[in-house]
């Protein structure tokens, strides 16, 4: 049951109070809606060429990234918003109520400050990532563009911004790096995550860890020592099956995190390089099908996994008290979105107890 925006009552519909309104499912599933809290939806221009070129043997780097900076700086804020709500958009079709955005495709002062507050207009979840790649301009002097990332332009993002974090790979920032930009973000009251092992094993798990960070993302590449830190950090490792489908590389081994007693969260990663999905469906079926997980555990980590990933607790699950965020399957259990795969299985959703979609 319902009261204003939050769950008021859980529990079989034969014991249920009297209500002023009632929304018979019919036997379909109703979960708690899914919070994707992890997707750079604030870009412009389209790199479905470069993502053929990708199935026709070329490998993925991350200086792709820059081909998506060019594009995001030449368009206007109105083109950016638009592209991000029809994004969004999107998402609610498919199930998600909480979005985490980035920036990161802006990488000047006035670009990523934009970026964020064109993402302000539609979550408070918030991400500062100057940190993604050194831009083009910087080649020759990675230092000075940290320098900037740490100072002016986390000055001009940290308003707009709950969060930062960084891209901790090779081709990107090394370990030393992005512990300065999380250093200066915490000074700035910004949270912290990170981006670690996508392309291979690095220091980037261990320095979430070391940091308490809320969540390190990709988590590809683990070696032990990153999963003992993971564990005993309480850290959530977020999987972004989505990558690893669009760039034909081996999927993270959810399952050796999860019997290991590490926190999993499960994201889209929406964005227009590694992973232009924006369904957390699609990550739901990949998780169960190719990283070892069940059904519930996909389900609860693109979920409540999720909130924990974004440090909240009002959403990812229906108890009392908690935001009523619902989606309404067209199905008569979770199980189907692994087991109907690619099917469009949403019926509905509300957010905070109002009908978000179809409306
Ligand atoms: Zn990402």
Same mark, same amino acid.
């Given at each position: 049951?319902?009261?204003?925006?939050?769950?008021?009552?859980?529990?079989?519909?034969?014991?249920?109070?009297?209500?002023?309104?009632?929304?018979?499912?019919?036997?379909?599933?109703?979960?708690?809606?899914?919070?994707?809290?992890?997707?750079? @939806?604030?870009?412009?221009?389209?790199?479905?060429?470069?993502?053929?070129?990708?199935?026709?043997?070329?490998?993925?780097?991350?200086?792709?990234? =820059?081909?998506? #900076?060019?594009?995001?700086?030449?368009?206007?804020?109105?083109?950016?918003?638009?592209?991000?709500? =029809?994004?969004?958009?999107?998402?609610?079709?498919?199930?998600?109520?909480?979005?985490?955005?980035?920036?990161?495709?802006?990488?000047?002062?006035?670009?990523?400050?934009?970026?964020?507050?064109?993402? %302000?207009?539609?979550?408070?979840?918030?991400?500062?990532?100057?940190?993604?790649?050194?831009?083009?301009?910087?080649?020759?002097?990675?230092?000075?563009?940290?320098?900037? #990332?740490?100072?002016?332009?986390?000055?001009?993002?940290?308003?707009?911004?709950?969060?930062?974090?960084?891209?901790?790979?090779?081709?990107?920032?090394? #370990?030393?790096?992005?512990?300065?930009?999380?250093?200066?973000?915490?000074?700035?009251?910004?949270?912290?995550?990170?981006?670690?092992?996508?392309?291979?094993? /690095?220091?980037?798990? #261990?320095?979430?860890?070391?940091? /308490?960070?809320?969540?390190?993302?990709?988590?590809?590449?683990?070696?032990?020592?990153?999963?003992?830190?993971? =564990?005993?950090? /309480?850290?959530?490792?977020?999987?972004?099956?989505?990558?690893?489908?669009?760039?034909?590389?081996?999927?993270?081994?959810?399952?050796?995190?999860?019997?290991?007693?590490?926190?999993?969260?499960?994201?889209?990663?929406?964005?227009?390089?590694?992973?232009?999905?924006?369904?957390?469906?699609?990550?739901?079926?990949?998780?169960?099908?190719?990283?070892?997980?069940?059904?519930?555990?996909?389900?609860?980590?693109?979920?409540?996994?999720?909130?924990?990933?974004?440090? %909240?607790?009002?959403?990812? %699950?229906?108890?009392?008290?908690?935001?009523?965020?619902?989606? @309404?399957?067209?199905?008569?259990?979770? @199980?189907?979105?692994?087991?109907?795969?690619?099917?469009?299985?949403?019926?509905?959703?509300?957010?905070?107890? =109002?009908?978000?979609?179809?409306?």
């Amino acid at each position: 049951m319902v009261e204003g925006s939050r769950v008021a009552w859980v529990g079989s519909a034969a014991q249920a109070p009297a209500a002023d309104e009632v929304v018979d499912a019919g036997g379909r599933a109703v979960l708690p809606g899914f919070v994707d809290s992890h997707s750079h @939806l604030v870009f412009a221009g389209d790199r479905s060429r470069e993502f053929a070129a990708r199935m026709a043997g070329e490998a993925y780097a991350a200086g792709g990234i =820059r081909t998506t #900076v060019a594009a995001t700086r030449a368009a206007t804020d109105e083109q950016l918003t638009a592209h991000v709500a =029809r994004l969004v958009q999107e998402m609610g079709r498919q199930g998600t109520t909480t979005v985490e955005i980035k920036s990161g495709y802006g990488l000047t002062v006035h670009d990523e400050a934009r970026s964020l507050a064109v993402a %302000r207009q539609f979550t408070d979840e918030t991400t500062f990532l100057g940190a993604h790649v050194v831009p083009a301009e910087y080649a020759d002097d990675p230092a000075g563009y940290v320098e900037l #990332v740490t100072g002016p332009m986390l000055e001009a993002a940290a308003p707009h911004a709950r969060w930062v974090d960084a891209f901790c790979e090779t081709g990107a920032f090394d #370990v030393d790096q992005a512990r300065a930009v999380l250093a200066a973000g915490a000074a700035h009251g910004l949270r912290g995550r990170l981006h670690a092992s996508q392309l291979g094993p /690095g220091p980037g798990v #261990v320095l979430a860890a070391e940091l /308490g960070l809320a969540a390190v993302d990709h988590c590809t590449y683990l070696t032990d020592a990153d999963i003992d830190a993971l =564990r005993d950090s /309480g850290t959530v490792a977020t999987l972004l099956p989505g990558v690893e489908f669009s760039t034909r590389q081996p999927y993270p081994d959810a399952r050796r995190l999860i019997d290991a007693g590490v926190s999993v969260a499960l994201a889209s990663d929406c964005n227009p390089g590694s992973s232009f999905t924006s369904s957390v469906p699609l990550c739901i079926a990949l998780a169960v099908r190719e990283m070892g997980m069940t059904p519930a555990e996909a389900v609860h980590a693109a979920t409540y996994g999720g909130a924990r990933a974004l440090l %909240r607790d009002d959403v990812g %699950r229906l108890t009392v008290g908690a935001r009523a965020d619902l989606v @309404l399957l067209d199905a008569p259990s979770y @199980l189907h979105l692994a087991y109907r795969p690619g099917v469009p299985l949403v019926a509905g959703t509300w957010i905070g107890g =109002r009908p978000a979609w179809p409306g």
